[in-house]
């Protein structure tokens, strides 16, 4: 398996500018989780999904961030509007119940 | 909400050195996750446990779960382990997200 895939790796936006970040988990993982690292917070979850429904969204900062996982395959977390304080590196990782989680390379989002 | 601190924040360390990395939580878990965070930004999850020890090459893992505390070490250090390495802590069964300590800096110097 090619391992949890993120894209895009870099993104640059505008204040105000719709931001999509997508997420390919492993095959035949049950749980993928989304996480932010800011220099000032560190490592921080913000949402996870099991069997493509959301469990917990508590991490999930305000209502400009949205997050959806239409089937197994896929999920995407995304931003409206974007806001320069969003300025992270965004994981995803994937698990299988109860083992530990894989991470994607991360895509390191800047908003000007 | 569980509070995951480690120490020390930054350590400096010659090549060859025993390496160890400490980390304590405020409450009952149900696994401790160590990581590792390349300078490149990668996080690779190094250990998952849930009681006594596990070891994996020259790295070892333990966690006193009375005591609420785990350590990482590193035997034979090399300068190839230069990197972040976090702490996390999962409550629900193991299939929940994970809460993060704040990393220790480690520098390995030839």
């Known amino acids: 398996d090619a391992g949890v895939i993120q894209s895009p790796r870099h993104e640059v936006t505008e204040m105000g500018q719709e931001v999509t970040l997508r997420c390919k988990p492993i095959?035949?993982?049950?749980?993928l989780f989304w996480y932010r690292q800011t220099m000032m917070r560190g490592l921080e979850l913000l949402i996870y999904?099991?069997?493509?429904?959301?469990?917990?969204d508590s991490g999930m900062p305000e209502d400009r961030f949205s997050a959806k996982m239409p089937n197994a395959s896929f999920s995407t977390l995304k931003i409206q509007p974007s806001e320069p304080r969003d300025s992270a590196v965004y994981f995803c990782?994937?698990?299988?119940?109860?083992?530990?989680?894989?991470f994607g390379a991360g895509t390191r989002l800047s908003v000007l | 909400k569980n509070e995951v601190e480690q120490s020390p924040q930054n350590l400096t360390a010659q090549e060859g050195e025993f390496i160890t990395i400490n980390c304590s939580y405020s409450v009952g878990i149900s696994a401790l996750h160590w990581l590792q965070q390349h300078p490149g930004g990668g996080i690779v999850s190094l250990f998952m446990l849930s009681s006594g020890k596990k070891k994996h090459g020259r790295l070892i893992a333990t966690i006193n779960i009375q005591e609420k505390h785990s350590s990482l070490h590193i035997t034979a250090s090399h300068p190839r382990d230069s990197a972040v390495y976090i702490c996390?802590?999962?409550?629900?069964?193991?299939?929940?997200?994970?809460?993060f300590g704040k990393g220790t800096h480690l520098i390995i110097q030839p």
């Open positions: 990782a994937s698990s299988l119940t109860g083992n530990i989680q894989y």
């Open positions: 095959s035949g993982h049950d749980y």
């Open positions: 999904f099991n069997n493509n429904v959301p469990i917990d």
């Open positions: 996390a802590v999962t409550s629900g069964g193991g299939a929940d997200g994970l809460t």
